[in-house]
């Protein structure tokens, strides 16, 4: 249970950041954001970013602010109220980064988390296929090993991925071989093949 009363002057201020944001730089950008300004999503996760609101609960060994679950809860909460930038700085925040955060090995985290932090780079996560959503098991994207042992190749298309316009880190999942179960792959947006 969290309740105001237990609310440290720190979250208050955090909270209250958050709902400033989004008066000053989300409500006179309405038009502009509903149109999809090329560029404007993106400046304001990077003006996000620069005030720390992609890195909250982003430890701070990774170039995060390193706040608990309820100091989190109270951010999204406020940028909640931020129309679509609360779509994409949840896709970012959650499962664009979180996935490397909770399950990556240490050089994932490190090479990539303190990106993503800062918002120099922006996540997005790519489940949904043309043919599977909600039984995302059923997918069909297919990752085979290089013969040479090196690196996957993944063929598959995916659909609906929140930043995927403008993302830099993919977290992508596909099969490997004829595996029953999906497996999770980081990519960038400069690898060969992403289109």
């Known amino acids: 249970i969290f309740i105001p009363e237990e609310w440290s002057e720190e ?6 950041m958050c709902e400033d944001f989004v008066e000053q730089e989300i409500v006179p950008k309405l038009d502009e954001i509903d149109h999809q300004e090329p560029g404007l ?14 890195s909250v609960t982003v430890p701070e060994s990774l170039g995060g602010m390193g706040m608990d679950f ?3 809860m109270l951010c999204t909460e406020a940028l909640g109220a931020g129309h679509s930038f609360s779509v994409a700085y ?3 925040t959650g499962i664009g980064t979180l996935p490397i955060l909770y399950y990556g090995n240490d050089d994932q985290k490190n090479r990539f988390i303190p990106k993503l932090a800062s918002g120099e780079w922006k996540g997005c996560y790519c489940l949904t296929e043309p043919g599977s959503g909600s039984d995302a098991n059923s997918g069909k994207t297919k990752a085979v090993l290089s ?9 598959g298309q995916k659909m609906w991925i929140t930043n995927g316009g403008f993302a830099h880190v993919f977290t992508v999942f596909a099969k490997i071989d004829n595996d029953e179960n999906l497996s999770a792959f980081i990519l960038t947006r400069d690898m060969e093949g992403i289109s």
Do not use: F, P, R, V
């Open 147 to 155: 013969e040479d042992g090196k690196h996957y190749i993944i063929n």
């Open 70 to 72: 309820k100091t989190s």
């Open 90 to 92: 949840g896709a970012h």
């Open 11 to 16: 979250q208050i201020m955090m909270k209250k």
């Open 41 to 54: 999503m993106e400046s304001i996760l990077d003006k996000a970013g620069n005030l720390g609101l992609l």
